[in-house]
DNA sequence: CGGCATCCGGGAAGATACTG
DNA sequence: CAGTATCTTCCCGGATGCCG
C-alpha cells in the first residue's frame, strides 16, 4: 500500500542527492559510464561482484529517475547500452570531492582491486594541481580491454576513453591496481616493470614525472582509544 | 561467521567515501553536526523521525570509523554530546556539491519540510558566487529554539550556529521552511509576512538584498517518454 | 532525562538457476 | 547477450523494557 521506499524525502539537496546516490550500486554504475555508455554486460564484469538482478533493478531504477538513459548502439555493434543523461554527468564533481575525502580514511586501502574507469577517473580527481603546474603531457593507457588517454595540461587533467592517437608521449600498459600503485601508494616504476606488472613505451621520463603529480595517501588520525 | 557487510571494499576512493556516508541516517547526522556538536536527544528530534536505537548504533559506527567523537559537555551543561572529528569537518565539500546537484534532480522538492541546520548550509552552499560578488552584509537567523548568524562578503559566505551579536544588519524570525520560501523559491517576503509565517527586524533591504543571491529551481529535464 | 539491549515484521540485497 | 524467477540472508525501523 503506502510503499515507503526508505528515503529522506526532505527539502535538503544533500540528503535528497543521497535518496539518489546512496542506494546499493547506484555509485558505481555511474562511475563506470562517467567516460562514455557501456552494455549491460560489460557493466556487470566492470563491477565484478554485482548479480544480474540487481543490475537489472538498478538499471530501471536509474532511468526512472533521470540519471541514466537507455541507446541503441549504432552499427557495426548491436543491441543496446546505457550512458549517463546531462544531469548524470553533472555529478562529476561529486566523485571529485567524495574520492579526495575517502582517501583520507582511515579505513581507505589504495591497494585493493580496482576497475580500470575508476582508476582513470583518480587520475584526474586526486591530482595536486600545484605539482602538475608545469607539466604537459600526453598519456596513453592500456588496461585489460580498454584503451584510455590522460592530458596532463599545466595543472588540468582531460581523460577520455578512445583508441590510442599517435600523438602520444608515452604508454603504459598494466593492470589498474599496478597504475594505481604507481601513483598512489609510491611503488618505483622500476620494480613494478621488473615484476612483470608494468610495461612503458615512449618517453619513460613522462611516466616518472606523472607518478610525482599524486599527494602520498595521508590518512586520518583515529583517536586513542 | 562471515559477517558480510555489504560494502564494496575498493580501493576506487569515492565507492569507499559511500561506504562510509551511504548508509541510512549518517549523512544526515553528520549534516546536523556541521554546525557543531549536539546531544543525543537534540540530534533525535532535530532529525525527527529516526528512532533511537538506529541513532545509538549509527552514533556509535560513525566513532569506530573516525567521523564522529564523544564529547563531554563543560558545565553548566551536563552529560555528553557527539561532534565531528577533523575529518568529519573536512566532508563539508561533499555535502555542497551533493547540494548542488541534487537540487536539480527532477524529484527534489524545495517546499518540503527541513531542519534548521539544513536550511543554513544550503545558504552557504546554494549562493550564486556572482549575485553576491557586490554584497556585505551580517544577517542574523532566528529558527525555532537556535539562533544562527550569516555573514555575506563579497561572494563569500560564512555561516555559525551561535548567540546574536549586537552588530547584525538585519534578523529574520521564522520556520526554516519559511526561509527557504523565500531564498531557494522565490516566494515574496510581505507575503511571508502578512501569513504570518516571517519577521525581519532590521534593515529590511538587506534580507530583500539577500533573496536575491540564491538561482532559481532549474531541474534537469527528464526525457519524454 | 539519556541512553542501551532485545525481539519482531517487512523489505532490500545476494546467490543461483533458467529463458528468449 | 540481456535479462527473469526463486530462494535465502541480512538490514532497517518500531515497540518495549532496563539502567544510571
Redesign the interface.
Known sequence: MPLKK?Q?????????????????WV??VM?ELMLGPKRFTDLKSDLRTISANVLTQRLEMMEE??VI?RLRLAPPASGQAYGL???GY??A???????????????????????AT?LV??LR??VDPERAAGFCALVGLHLGRETFTVDYNSGAVAIARRTLPQDLDAVITADP?AV?ALVHCAVPLIDLETHGRMAVSGDRFVIERMATLYPPCTR????PE
Request: glycine share 4%; aromatic share 6%; charged share 20%.
Open positions: 526508505r529522506y524525502d526532505d527539502a535538503c539537496a544533500a540528503t535528497h542527492a543521497i535518496d539518489m546516490l546512496g542506494q546499493r555509485l558505481p562511475r529517475r533521470g538513459t543523461t546531462p544531469w553533472q555529478a564533481p561529486i566523485f571529485q570531492t567524495m574520492a579526495r575525502w575517502g582517501a583520507r580514511s582511515p579505513e581507505h586501502d589504495p591497494a585493493a582491486p580496482m576497475s575508476s577517473l583518480s580527481s586526486m591496481d594505481a586520518a588520525q583515529l583517536p
